[in-house]
């Protein structure tokens, strides 16, 4: 017996199924002292969660880093504890905490959008501060003692940033996109997995399972032959992709760029053991939303050369501006209360407000790139007309550099040949392109079938800025979660765009799968795509096209 999702990271994985465990809930008779005392006993256990977290999060890297830093936020936020005090009269700390996000999560879900995403987050922060109040262990995944498959509803960001892929060898969640953190933690770490398996078995889970991160499909106590032939199958890909040492070209010498996503030094160096051509998305935002005041130009300066240095020489670094606000809110910025935060100030916006933020980074960013062997390209992300592009390009050129500008809004995609009349090259955020093209959030379960990368008139709005770049000659690359699919890499260069930018462990995969194909066959495979009715139907499609096969 099997059932299907939406595959979000390629690979098989197969063993016993684990859940994870149940969360801790304030007792019924927990004793009251005072008002005093509850908010110090919450206030206390949150500053001890969120210790543990930024400590989780010195240690990862990437997305993962990200997502640990912002819940351990949320849980040391005065927000949140001012909540807890307005319910401790009468309640004990562990009782006033639920009380209070029970609240906090009316309020965001009403809110909806990034507001109601962040309900997931909140209620992971519930569950660790009640634990830590009562003396529990934090809920969470457990540690089996044998690779398994982890099944479950939904997960926390910061659990899933805490796994294992050594002990958890592949994921199947009911809720979840292609875009969200799930997917990409899961993705960093290079666990097979697969969301919006809506009927996924969680009360009566099997006792196996294996989950088909290239297909989509979870297979329910599978026997062993096809465990057996799935696992050869897999093998052989990840072999492909294992001995692929770039550079990024199809099987016909096309060239096409593979570059890794990266927003730190240590992270960097990592991802510079793969056969990468440099970074296509120097995410710069971490060194900032932990902080309660601005790096300073010099401060800056350091955190950035590490990243240079990391690179080869004469490779790229593609450096995007602060991408703070929504749902990356920085403290020493604060933009206030928004109706809707991911349609507010964020991005490149935030230098309207607070211009000096851009030019010191711009100062630091320059600085950093004086003696170094990269070659440093930087963009901004949230640009939405043609005159955003024009100052921003202005600011970027006095300081020699290379001025881009993300595709992230519509309007920009349909802009895209005015905005090359100012830029030197753009580059694709599949991930916030995708939800603005379909007005659908994209942490959103419910809707992650719109803001599936592979869903046609998303592909058609990158084939038509794909082509702009070509008719001046200039670099359109993709540097969203659409570019770690393999196969979905290839439709990309059969739209026309010159680099793929991903997560590291994604680089070989990606880099096998584009050179196993032919230009012609990209070229096929993306009109296969295009003119497809949906998501379902162009992935089926394009890997008829690619491998010669419906699935598997």
Known sequence: MSTTGTPVVPGVGAGPVVRPGARAEAPADEPFTDVESTVAAFTAAAATVAERLTARAAHASGAAAEVLQATAGMAADRGLATFVGKQADGAGPATATTRAVDDLAAMFTAAGGLMAERVTDLHDV?????????????PGVPVPDVPSVLFADDLAPADTAGLDPERIVAIAIRLGGTTSHTAIIARQLGIPCVVGVTDLPLDDAPATALVDGTTGEVVLDPDDADVEARRSADAARRSAGASWTGPGATADGHAVQVLANVQDGPGARRAAEQPIEGFGLYRTELSFLDRGSEPTVDEQV???????????????????TLDAGSDKPLQFADMGDEPNPALGIRGLRIATERPELLDHQ???????AQGSEAEVWVMAPMVAVTSEAAALAEKIHARGLSAGVMIETPSAALLADRILEHVD??????????????AADRMAPALSHLTDPWQPALLMLIEQVAAAGLRVSKPVGVCGEAAADPLLACVLVGLGVSSLSCAATAVRSVGAQVGAVTFAQCREAAHA???????ESARTAARAILTGTTAG
Not at 303 to 318: E, T
Not at 529 to 535: C, G, I, Q, R, Y
Request: proline letters at 5%; aromatic letters at 8%; zero cysteines.
């Open 302 to 320: 350091e955190i950035y050369r590490s990243v240079f240095d990391a690179v080869g020489p004469g490779q790229k670094v593609v450096v995007r």
């Open 126 to 138: 519930r569950d660790r501060v009640v634990a830590e109040l009562l003396g529990v262990p934090e």
């Open 425 to 438: 090259f753009l580059s694709i955020g599949t991930n916030d392109l995708s939800q603005y093209t379909f």
């Open 529 to 535: 795509a295009l003119t497809a009715d949906d998501p």
């Open 362 to 368: 711009l100062d630091a960013v320059a600085q950093a």
